[in-house]
């Protein structure tokens, strides 16, 4: 399981170290994709495993479900583990999710998800990061 927030700086080559309590869990190599909220998801190679499996059983008469299963395949990477604990992310996922020159990664039960510093820092900040709606909408969901 991942949980905790970790700050790091993405160097002139496009490599972020990855946390080292995140390394274990994420193993020598893992997959990177463009995520959710401008963010990026990577994944231990079981997690992505389960979760492509998922897009696999979705209908490819359904647009929506064609457009979701791209988003993911088309901007995965598998990446290793450097000696120092660092990752190179490719251009176009740094591109995506505005990664400049401060990183924030986060963990998430089953996977890590990388921000831009400023971008975590917004949404963060946004008045209905948890706002009463979500708690309520959360309990419908057994939570």
Not at 6 to 24: C, M, N, T, W
Not at 86 to 98: D, F, H, Q, S
Request: glycine share 8%; with cysteine; net charge negative.
């Amino acid at each position: 399981m991942f949980m905790g927030e970790y700050q790091h700086s993405l160097d002139a080559k496009g490599r972020v170290i990855v946390p080292s309590k995140f390394r274990e869990g994420l193993g020598e190599h893992f997959v990177v994709t463009k995520g959710l909220d401008k963010c990026l998801f990577a994944y231990p190679r079981s997690e992505w495993q389960n979760f492509e499996e998922k897009l696999k059983a979705l209908p490819l008469t359904n647009p929506g479900a064609r457009k979701f299963v791209r988003f993911f395949f088309a901007g995965a990477v598998e990446c290793d583990l450097d000696s120092q604990g660092r990752i190179v992310l490719p251009t176009n996922l740094r591109e995506y999710a505005g990664l400049k020159k401060e990183v924030v990664s986060i963990g998430l039960n089953n996977r890590v998800e990388i921000w831009d510093k400023d971008n975590w820092n917004t949404y963060n900040d946004e008045e209905n990061y948890i706002s009463n709606e979500l708690a309520i909408e959360m309990e419908s969901l057994g939570i």
